[in-house]
């Protein structure tokens, strides 16, 4: 479930996260990531649709910050 509104964008997952994930620790920069599926991640990467896995929290909120100082606001849990 997304939603759009004039000062935030929200998107809902009604799953978990995957193998021992918190969001505590995708908070972290150095947190390391679980894979479902080795195979086709490894061929994602391969194909030069993702440049890394495992990676893409650290590098929203470096994108966010780096336009306007946006920031992901985690949900209480």
Known sequence: ????????????????????????DLQRDD??????NLLLAEFICLSGDIEKYGTRFVRIRRML?????VSIQWPAC
């Open 1 to 24: 479930m997304n939603k759009i509104f004039d000062d935030r964008i929200v998107f809902a997952n009604p799953g978990r996260l995957y193998g021992h994930l918190t969001i505590e």
């Open 31 to 36: 947190y390391v990531s679980s894979l479902r």
């Open 65 to 69: 910050k780096e336009h306007g100082g």
